[in-house]
């Protein structure tokens, strides 16, 4: 089984970026498509990306399309969120899960069966 470790949150003035890692240890970390997912305070926990396991497709939440930007290095073991013009709505605990199976199934299925792995979450807070 893979186990997945966060990073790269903080505290960041609107409009501001950060760059989010996600870094696999475990099981062949190149056969597991990877998402990463939010939770802000009071609400749900809701998808944010995924990325397929060659990294040729990723899918996003229209929230954060054109400001975010899923990516991979299966050398490294570790998947990023890039995310750039940050919103105070942004804010949230980030956390990335992996599981063998499509991104695109992943991004839209992932609530309704147990995910291979999450990780423990990274805090984003985002300052007006």
């Known amino acids: 089984q893979v186990q997945l470790v966060e990073s790269g949150g903080g505290l960041v003035q609107a409009g501001g970026s950060l760059r989010l890692s996600c870094a696999a240890s475990?099981?062949?970390?190149?056969?597991?498509?990877v998402g990463w997912f939010r939770q802000a305070p009071g609400e749900e926990r809701k998808f944010v990306a995924a990325?397929?396991?060659?990294?040729?497709?990723?899918y996003y939440a229209d929230s954060v399309e054109g400001r975010f930007t899923i990516s991979r290095d299966n050398a490294k073991n570790t998947v990023y969120l890039q995310m750039n013009s940050l919103h105070p709505e942004d804010t949230a605990v980030y956390y990335c899960?992996?599981?063998?199976?499509?991104?695109?199934?992943?991004?839209?299925?992932?609530?309704?069966?147990?995910?291979?792995?999450w990780g423990q979450g990274t805090l984003v807070t985002v300052s007006s």
């Open positions: 899960a992996a599981d063998r199976t499509t991104a695109q199934h992943l991004s839209v299925k992932w609530r309704t069966y147990a995910l291979d792995a």
């Open positions: 475990g099981r062949t970390f190149s056969n597991y498509a």
């Open positions: 990325i397929s396991w060659s990294g040729g497709s990723t």
